[in-house]
């Protein structure tokens, strides 16, 4: 959905909105928060309780067993077991191939094709950090394609955006409406992201895409997704990223985070998706 915006005046949207829930990511840690989730049963928690609460994704990642960002297959189809055990197919389930730091492309592609789950998530600039990686990226997408496994790309900023719009329209991206996140600031310490950082991914350009999600840092990020979701976006929201309610209060778990955040959309006059309506978005790419 492209931004509701005509000659320079809002239009808006009548289509509904997707929340998708990231619980934990890769950093953080129970020091954080007690009730970010980390094995397979507390993830399967959280699906349930974020389901309950108007999500219609999870973005899961997975730990060691010293509570160390993993990409392993095994883990990762245990904790679909466990989440699909709660929940069934009410949420769509996305593993993440995020490296920090380490892991190789070669290796993220092999254990997302080892897993085969219903959605990944790819940052562009660890796959393709230069031109070199372009081919064997068009080749991994196809596969994907193939296997029905639906892509998101994560862009950082918006010359990555501009990157990936210039893939696409020379042919190497295999897909005609591939879904995007656009990450609104940085994991540095402290960090706040703001609404207006939305604004430089939806200049006017030919980098604008069909299916886009936010996801934002601090206690701002109900009101950057509710932003995006005004002006033709998505959402994704959770400890991954943020711990505190739009009042400042530190959230009693993500099931909080995405219920300020429907409530937020609702407010404004959008309804929100199920995990059903997503999947029809996502697997026409």
């Known amino acids: 959905m492209e931004p509701a915006v005509q ?11 997707a929340i998708a829930v990231a619980p934990n990511g890769g950093r953080r840690t129970k020091a954080d928060h007690p009730a970010l989730p980390v094995t397979p049963d507390e993830l399967a928690h959280v699906a349930a309780a974020s389901l309950d609460a108007g999500a219609a994704m999870i973005h899961v990642h997975v730990r060691d067993r010293d509570g160390r960002h993993l990409l392993d297959a095994e883990a990762y189809r245990a904790a679909t077991a466990a989440i699909k055990a709660r929940v069934g197919e009410r949420l769509v389930i996305q593993i993440t191939s995020e490296a920090l730091g380490a892991y190789r492309p070669e290796q993220q592609m092999r254990v997302t094709l080892e897993t085969r789950p219903e959605a990944v998530s790819l940052a562009l600039r660890e796959f393709v950090p230069d031109e070199t990686h372009e081919a064997p990226f068009a080749s991994f997408l196809g596969t994907l394609r193939a296997e029905k496994i639906a892509p998101q790309i994560i862009l950082y900023s918006p010359e990555e955006a501009s990157y990936l719009a210039t893939l696409a329209g020379r042919g190497v991206i295999p897909f005609d409406n591939l879904p ?27 980098s604008t895409f069909g299916h886009w999600m936010v996801c934002a840092f601090g206690a701002q990020e109900t009101a950057c997704v509710t932003a995006a979701a005004l002006l033709g976006g998505h959402a994704r929201v959770g400890f991954e990223n943020n711990l505190f309610l739009p009042d400042g209060t530190v959230a009693r778990g993500n099931q909080d985070l995405v219920a300020a955040t429907r409530q937020a959309i609702e407010a404004c006059g959008l309804a929100v998706v199920d995990a059903d309506t997503l999947r029809s978005q996502w697997m026409g790419v």
């Not at 000659?7 to 909105?17: I, K």
């Not at 540095?188 to 950082?197: F, G, H, I, L």
């Open 180 to 206: 995007v996140l656009y990450v609104l600031g940085r994991y540095t310490v402290d960090q706040r992201s703001r609404p207006a950082d939305l604004l430089p991914f939806l200049a006017p350009s030919d």
């Open 7 to 17: 000659d320079g005046t809002y239009q808006g949207r009548s289509d509904p909105v």
